[in-house]
């Protein structure tokens, strides 16, 4: 294995140090997501942000917005320094966390990196597991804790830049969003869309640059991490129900066994090139299986006739539609795949077995296929299902796969068709892709230059793609073309309950959107931890010098 890669050059600056200090204390604040101590996060900022004289002396440019209609009571923080002129960068980032149950007996540690990195080191030189992570730590190279990479350095080095824009003036604006939910549903940042406009408008502000906070990962020398993304990468969670018709067990061929139906498909679709994308050398990797289950409800000696299977599709510059259309093919050869497999099994027993004609043909649909043949079929059918969709919408222990197989179930209940088919949909919040277009040519070449000019300064090497890997909230920021979303819209059960999405805002329509943010190892793991020299020497040296380019130019 590569050794881990040495610290920045010393930088003992200020922004250096504050960036770490704040990184300290915000990993200090529990913020698991769907928690109390996430709702308890944003006043908690706001009152450390109050603190500063800017804000003391403008509290009106400070602002807590509570996410409307959310059981938990979570809000986004808004935090606006005003220089001269309407020009603003827009600096936002996520603060709640995913659990830190997996970190076991040192749970209680997960908010303190320094003791925690003393009491890992311990146990992983006992283990002799984790070799890598283990030199990371004796190295002093990284920091560990719940958040120190995801993503509370990032937001930490984006209130030092604003506390150092504070304190100097000048040109331009910044204004820092930070957002609950993340991890989860996107809560805050669909509903920060709205508010960001608002706050815009409220004070005179133009968004010339969207910058998000959020950490890469890498387990090399840090070059796939000191990066600069020109956009985020896409996702659809493709879901099919796949329905069969059940026979006994002594007698299998009688119906139709969807678990067999569905492990053919999964067969197909997992990891398939098809549903991958290669864009100038960056991959949007091919779908996994994320879940997949039987739907009966508990042990008979019948074949399941009913089973959901779901899986992450990403993307880079292709259509839903597309996905679907492929997705589709695939199902159908998977379909007939399943139908020849069985056929010659069937023979090759040397019996006299039949197989029944449903084998043949099995359809393949979309929800907006099986909706419109619902509806046609019984004209209350769409009263019916919103309700049905408001009343899964207030189910807090489904998450959004499961609400949405429910309603996919209700709509072929209501259908009048009986098995086997296959019903693709979306099974959860679509996330748009999303990348600098070649109009924004001269907007790259300044993002360029500047992260070249701090390389140097710095000694780094800093380098550039066109998406950022991970699902995030930029994709919210600036949500994807209306005759995609339309067709989104109208496969995906929850949309318009569950999931509500914000309204194109005229403010953000041609807001371009990039990652600039720390870089580390294992998030969402107990070895969750921060290249320390990049995050707090290198980052916010790198925004600040990316603001300024931004504001100042011609």
């Known amino acids: 294995m590569s050794k881990p890669p040495p610290l920045a050059p010393p930088m003992p600056t200020e922004l250096a140090d504050r960036t770490r200090a704040l990184t300290l204390e915000l990993v200090s604040w529990p913020s698991v997501t769907g928690t109390a101590d996430e709702a308890a996060f944003a006043p908690r900022l706001a009152a450390l942000l109050a603190e500063h004289s800017y804000f003391r002396q403008h509290p009106a440019h400070l602002a807590v917005r509570p996410i409307a209609g959310d059981r938990l009571g979570r809000a986004n923080v808004l935090a606006l320094v005003k220089g001269s002129g309407q020009r603003t960068v827009l600096l936002t980032g996520h603060f709640d966390v995913v659990p830190v149950d997996e970190y076991g007996d040192l749970a209680p540690l997960a908010g303190k990196p320094e003791e925690l990195a003393r009491r890992l080191i311990e146990r992983l030189r006992a283990s002799g597991t984790y070799p890598m992570a283990l030199r990371d730590l004796e ?5 560990p804790g719940r958040g120190a990479l995801d993503m509370k350095s990032g937001v930490a080095a984006g209130i030092a830049v604003l506390e150092q824009f504070a304190a100097g003036g ?9 957002t609950p939910d993340e991890e989860n549903q996107s809560a805050g940042m669909r509903a920060a869309v709205p508010e960001i406009a608002a706050f815009a408008a409220m004070h005179d502000l133009h968004l010339e640059l969207a910058i998000n906070l959020d950490a890469t990962c890498d387990t090399g020398d840090g070059r796939k991490g000191q990066v600069v993304a020109m956009g985020s990468i896409g996702k659809l969670l493709l879901s099919a129900f796949v329905v069969g018709t059940d026979a006994h067990a002594s007698q299998p061929l009688d119906g139709v066994n969807g678990a067999y139906l569905a492990a053919e498909l999964v067969s197909a679709l997992e990891f398939a090139p098809e549903l991958g994308e290669l864009t100038q050398g960056e991959l949007a990797t091919p779908p996994a299986t994320l879940g997949l289950r039987d739907l009966k409800a508990g042990y008979t000696v019948t074949t399941p006739s009913r089973v959901w299977v779901f899986w992450n599709v990403m993307s880079h510059r292709r259509p839903a539609t597309e996905v679907f259309a492929i997705a589709r093919g695939l199902a159908a050869k998977a379909m007939v795949t399943a139908h020849e497999r069985l056929a010659r099994r069937a023979k090759s027993t040397g019996a006299a077995v039949s197989m029944t004609a449903a084998w043949q043909a099995i359809p393949i649909m979309t929800f907006a296929d099986l909706q419109a043949t619902a509806a046609a079929r019984d004209q209350s059918y769409l009263v019916g299902f919103h309700a049905r969709a408001l009343e899964l919408a207030g189910r807090d222990d489904l998450d959004f796969p499961s609400r949405s197989r429910a309603l996919i179930e209700f709509a072929w209940d209501a259908s009048g068709l009986s098995g086997p088919a296959v ?22 070449t300044l993002l360029l230059s500047t992260a070249a000019q701090v390389g140097l300064d710095t000694d780094t090497r800093i380098g550039a793609i066109s998406w950022f890997p991970g699902i995030s909230d930029m994709s919210f920021l600036k949500p994807g073309p209306a005759t995609d979303l339309a067709f989104i819209a109208s496969n995906t059960p929850l949309w318009g309950s569950t999931i509500i999405w914000p309204e194109p805002e005229a403010a953000l329509a041609h807001l371009p959107v990039i990652n600039i943010g720390p870089w580390g190892r294992d ?5 969750e931890r921060v290249h ?17 380019a931004v504001l100042m130019r011609p």
């Open 139 to 143: 190295s002093g190279a990284f920091m």
């Open 170 to 178: 000048g040109a331009g604006n910044l204004l820092l969003v930070a």
């Open 423 to 444: 019903v693709l949909a979306i099974g959860s919040l679509p996330y748009p892709a999303l990348t600098l277009e070649a109009d924004q040519a001269d907007l790259r």
């Open 532 to 548: 320390v020299g990049y995050a707090f020497g290198v980052l916010p040296r790198l925004l600040a010098a990316t603001c300024h």
């Open 523 to 527: 998030y969402h793991h107990w070895l």
